[in-house]
């Protein structure tokens, strides 16, 4: 297990479990329902010619293909996470003042705008 010092960058993340495996699930049912497409076609396309062979074949190879790229994860296809401070533009210089002769002193008072009224009444 690698060990950094560095946070991980949310772009260098994989895909959450859930979310993986809910994308494989769609794929091998879109896959599937196809099949099903295929071979009812098949069966209801009338005069038989070649394409009956044509969607017989894609009805009886398409398992494979989708059990097969329904059990491929993610890691196979991914590209390399890019890092996002390659991306940031640099700070800016820092100004550098030079240092007073004598040191400011500020002080500050509180006075009130309005004086306090009488109570003679």
Known sequence: MKSS???????????????????RSRRYLVMMG?????FVLMVVITP?????????AAAV???YFAVVTANVGEDVRSPDPESPERALPAAPPARVEPPPSAPR????GETSENPPADDRG
Do not use: F, M
Request: proline share 8%; charged share 20%.
């Open 5 to 23: 010092n560095r946070a991980q960058s949310a772009t260098s993340l994989p895909r959450a479990p859930r979310d993986e495996a809910s994308a």
């Open 34 to 38: 196809i099949r099903v497409l295929c």
């Open 48 to 56: 038989y010619g070649w394409y009956t062979w044509v969607l017989g």
């Open 61 to 63: 190879l398409l398992p």
């Open 105 to 108: 002193i500020i002080r500050l």
